[in-house]
């Protein structure tokens, strides 16, 4: 198992554009965090520094740091990250769309051996049982959420420790998104992963991690228990609607009033 501490991260696009202000966080060895906010939190941002994409983005770490298994790795190149065994799942599903289920598979398996592979291989299609009744078929014609079943499975191939998903329920029906949650918690405790989700479902979030995150405009804005967050009425009615009633006017005036940040 390992751990991952962010501190009084800061980070800037193109030089100029400040998208995160002094963000911290941490994952402890098997647990489990969701990272909450409305779109243009910096929640994307910061996965792309945890994973060591920042660079394909324009992006660079202006200050702060990020610490993987005791190792700095706020510079690191994605590789070396990924050596230390965080994988990321990012958002909008990016499968090799052109490939079959079976080659998007085995692109992500390279570094295994073919015994490991086919070990790991035949773990996936029994935890998903669709996804080898589609075997042979491009990863483009897959549902939604057969595509992010993939992506599950191409990430237990990289044999990860460390697993941050991006936005894993974004599109999906709710019987789906309870399905890709219910299999996060099964890998996570099978597994003894370290878990940090990405999410705007909170409430599908709330479901199966121990603590949150929630951010805005580049900031965290709280930090708490699911259950704390649960019981906090801020949090409940900023970003779940919870109690705010008379309409979209309403929610936005409520909104501005309510700002944290």
Do not use: C
Not at 151 to 180: C, F, H, N, Q, R
Not at 210 to 215: I, P
């Amino acid at each position: 198992m390992a751990e991952i501490h962010v501190e009084n991260l800061k980070v800037v696009y193109r030089g100029v554009i400040l998208a995160l202000q002094g963000v911290s966080l941490r994952a402890g060895p098997g647990e489990a965090i969701a990272l909450l906010g409305p779109n243009g939190a910096g929640k994307s941002t910061l996965v792309r520094a945890m994973a060591g994409l920042l660079p394909q983005y324009d992006g660079r770490v202006l200050d702060g740091k990020i610490v993987i298994a005791a190792q700095d790795t706020s510079h690191a190149p994605a590789l070396k990250v990924a050596s230390l065994g965080l994988t990321a799942i990012l958002e909008g599903r990016p499968v090799f769309r052109y490939l079959t289920v079976l080659e998007n598979l085995r692109a992500a398996a390279h570094r295994l051996g073919a015994a490991r592979r086919k070990e790991i291989s035949d773990e996936i299609f029994r935890r998903f049982p669709r996804l080898y009744e589609r075997r042979n078929e491009q990863a483009g014609y897959l549902s939604g959420g057969e595509q992010q079943m993939l992506l599950l499975g191409m990430a237990l191939l990289t044999e990860p420790k460390i697993l941050v998903v991006d936005e894993p329920s974004l599109g999906l029906s709710p019987k789906l998104v309870e399905e890709v949650m219910r299999v996060l918690d099964e890998l996570r405790r099978d597994k003894g992963l370290t878990l940090v989700l990405v999410e705007q479902n909170a409430r599908a979030a709330f479901q199966i991690v121990e603590r949150v995150y929630v951010m805005e405009q580049g900031r965290v804005v709280f930090e708490g228990t699911a259950q704390e967050a649960q019981a906090d009425a801020d949090v409940m009615e900023f970003y779940l609607g919870a109690g705010a009633a008379g309409g979209f006017a309403e929610a936005k005036r409520y909104r501005r009033r309510k700002r944290w940040v």
